[in-house]
């Protein structure tokens, strides 16, 4: 190990020009942060910049927001920290961070402004930890070298939970994991920043190359369609001596050139399509990731493929043309060229209704998600971040004055809130049995079960009424009940001991289960522990009465600035802070209707251009079809039915596909739908219409033709 840097991020309070105080992210940290991720200072020393107590790096944008000055080396900046108000000194300007970086921020201050004790636990892990290794290092010869470390200075610690026979190591383990490789495989929780899927890239990629295999096969069956309008032209050719690998050749490249073409139109539709798409889908791709050279070679090299690929067929199958057929008028079997398109449809409408049944299945899922009883009222909630001590302190007062409005039906103050990304858990010790249970850990006053209109199964709520709560009081819902292995009657009166709080609480109620996470899990045991005065309280949640939104958010900020003068004013609802964790389901589905949709135009497309070529091909037929009586309805229908078989093979073919693949994606969540046989039915019947609709113009075109002019074609 060359260097080491740990920290931990803060959101907390700056005081701006106007004595307000904004909410910034902060990254405490050391000053080996610079080795590690190559941080780059505008100005500032990288070597001291982090190296004093009340030390500040601001990044440029940071910087301007708040001192609006060319010299701020030295300045100093009002932060809310440790629950004072403490003016950090700016040591260095950071040049931006990019937006695809591991770690956002808006300023760097110095991990030794923290007590020193806080470093000194080893059962701490609030604390992320980056290593830089030498080139000659081997992550699993380093990585072997963790069980004797957390032997030695963990194991001691915990020694009491495992008991003498089992190992910190037997239950812990310890490894490296490439700052690249985080973003998209995320293997931990509480990761720094939001993580993304692997899984959600090949899925993708996967989808578009679909899509552009439909685009190829559209190309090959409409090439072999209008083969005999160049069978002359190949027939003179080999005539005058061409042979066969030339045209070949040709033939290859007319595609690649196509596909060229078909790239300039590409890069002129992401110019214009890009804001979009980071408007719809909440994302901040830009045109420079393209103009990298390894990007450029992958674009090009899939052009070349594409055009290579979808001019092999066609020039394999024309440059098979015999000349002497050809000017007899024979051209070639149309049985081949005919049976082709059958299974280039047939594929094409595989690919299409696959994606509208995954479009449809991701849908219902995610309205599932949104109207399940999650075990509270998530509707009319508004959620407030506490970050200063004034405000904890004035809770109360605050409390009491919404609550005396008839707006207003009940305020909670709670260290953690449903939707939260990250709860901790503790260690809790049965004083009946002296048996040691980990529990998820929330932090509540009086008001929050009735705030969230929680149902409680046995016992009773917190209540002011009753002195003895004051000194410890817990609420445990029915999976900690069942956790520390007692039923909800045995577990009332029953204590536990905070091995954190190093206070002993009794059980008074117990709660249904309610998801306080993501649906992707089952409801994990929590107990809720009453906070009787509000120094521990980091978010304010209020219940308000429906209907004017707007008006009592309004009302709730003027007793704000009335209570907490200087303090930002900064609100969420609930209901959306539990749709936030659902964001890549959420962009998930909204990409599966635009390639659902792209999908089925493609494929349309190519359908249309078959049907018109069948139409054409079948003229004649037609005419003498009409003339001996046929109605137009039943030259309709012959038109239409061999599309119509091709559909309904599609849809026998995609249902085993669609269920694998939607079944997959089903396993993330602990709470999921069953696909039903009406989502299937469903997306066979949209393929259906789609395809009629493709075919119908020319069907009906050939059907009110004039017989006399359909017998005069060619």
Not at 405 to 414: A, D, F, L, T
Request: charged share 20%; proline share 3%; glycine share 6%.
């Amino acid at each position: 190990i060359e260097s080491f840097v740990r920290f931990w991020r803060r959101q907390l309070a700056v005081k701006d020009q106007n004595n307000t105080y904004h909410m910034q992210q902060l990254i405490m940290t050391e000053n080996s942060i610079f080795d590690i991720f190559d941080y780059e200072l505008e100005k500032g020393d990288p070597k001291a910049a982090l190296t004093n107590p009340m030390a500040a790096v601001l990044t440029r944008k940071t910087a301007q927001k708040y001192l609006r000055e060319n010299e701020v080396i030295g300045k100093t900046l009002t932060i809310e920290f440790n629950g004072e108000k403490v003016d950090f000194q700016i040591t260095g300007i950071l040049k931006e961070v990019p937006k695809n970086s591991h770690i956002q921020f808006d300023m760097l201050i110095s991990s030794a402004s923290q007590p020193e004790q806080s470093f000194t636990n080893w059962d701490g892990n609030f604390l992320y930890t980056y290593v830089l290794l030498n080139d000659k290092s081997s992550k699993h010869k380093l990585e072997q070298q963790f069980e004797a470390f957390l032997n030695k200075y963990v194991g001691p610690v915990f020694a009491n939970y495992f008991g003498e026979d089992k190992k910190i190591s037997d239950v812990l383990r310890l490894r490296l994991i490439p700052v690249t490789g985080i973003h998209l495989n995320p293997r931990t929780n509480w990761e720094i920043e939001p993580q993304g899927s692997m899984s959600s890239v090949y899925i993708f990629s996967f989808i578009a190359i679909l899509i552009l295999f439909i685009a190829c096969m559209n190309f090959m069956n409409l090439s072999t369609a209008r083969a005999n309008k160049r069978a002359k032209e190949v027939g003179l050719r080999k005539t005058i001596g061409a042979y066969r690998n030339q045209l070949k050749i040709q033939f290859i490249e007319e595609s690649l050139l196509l596909a060229l073409i078909g790239l300039l139109f590409a890069v002129l539709l992401i110019v214009f399509a890009i804001p979009l798409f980071n408007s719809i889908f909440d994302e901040t791709l830009s045109w420079d990731m393209l103009l990298h050279s390894k990007n450029l070679l992958i674009i090009l090299g899939i052009t070349l493929v594409t055009g290579l690929l979808s001019g092999l067929y066609p020039a394999f199958y024309m440059s098979r043309f015999e000349p002497a057929k050809v000017f007899k008028g024979g051209g070639q079997s149309g049985k081949g060229r005919s049976s082709f398109r059958k299974y280039m449809a047939v594929i094409q409408f595989v690919i299409s209704i696959t994606l509208i049944f995954g479009t449809l299945t991701v849908l219902r899922q995610m309205n599932f998600i949104q109207t399940l009883s999650l075990g509270f009222d998530k509707e009319n909630v508004i959620v407030f971040p506490v970050r200063s001590n004034s405000v904890r302190q004035g809770l109360e007062a605050f409390r009491n004055d919404l609550t005396g409005s008839s707006k207003i039906i009940r305020v909670s103050g709670s260290n953690k809130v449903p939707g939260d990304q990250t709860y901790g858990d503790h260690i809790f010790t049965r004083k009946d049995n002296s048996e040691d249970v980990d529990l998820i850990f929330l932090g509540a006053d009086f008001d929050f079960i009735d705030t969230y209109d929680m149902d409680i199964l046995e016992g009773r709520n917190f209540s002011r009424n009753f002195s003895t709560d004051r000194q410890g009081t817990l609420i445990l819902n029915e999976a900690a009940v069942q956790k520390i292995g007692l039923t909800p009657a045995e577990a009332m009166g029953k204590e536990l001991y905070s091995t954190v709080f190093e206070t002993t609480g009794q059980i008074v109620g117990i709660v249904k289960n309610f998801n306080f996470k993501s649906l992707r899990r089952e409801i994990e045991p929590i107990v809720i522990m009453l906070f009787p005065d509000s120094n521990r309280i980091d978010n304010i949640s209020v219940r308000i009465v429906p209907g004017n939104v707007k008006e009592t958010i309004g009302f709730i900020e003027q007793r704000w600035a009335k209570f907490f003068p200087g303090d930002q004013f900064e609100f969420n609802f609930l209901d959306s802070r539990l749709d936030r964790l659902y964001q890549n389901e959420e962009k998930m589905k909204n990409i599966f209707i635009v390639f659902s949709a792209l999908s089925i135009f493609v494929a349309c497309l190519g359908l249309f251009g078959v049907a018109a070529y069948t139409a054409a091909e079948r003229t004649k037929e037609i005419g003498v079809r009409k003339v001996l009586g046929a109605s137009s309805t039943s030259v309709f229908l012959l038109l239409t039915k061999d599309f119509t078989k091709w559909v309904i093979l599609a849809n026998i073919a995609a249902l085993p596909l669609g269920f694998f693949m939607l079944n997959k994606w089903l396993q993330n969540f602990a709470y999921r739908i069953n696909i039903g046989w009406h989502v299937f039915l469903l997306s066979a019947l949209i393929a259906f219409i789609m395809a009629l609709v493709a075919v119908f113009f020319q069907a009906v075109k050939a059907t009110v033709a004039n017989p006399v002019t359909s017998l005069k074609y060619e």
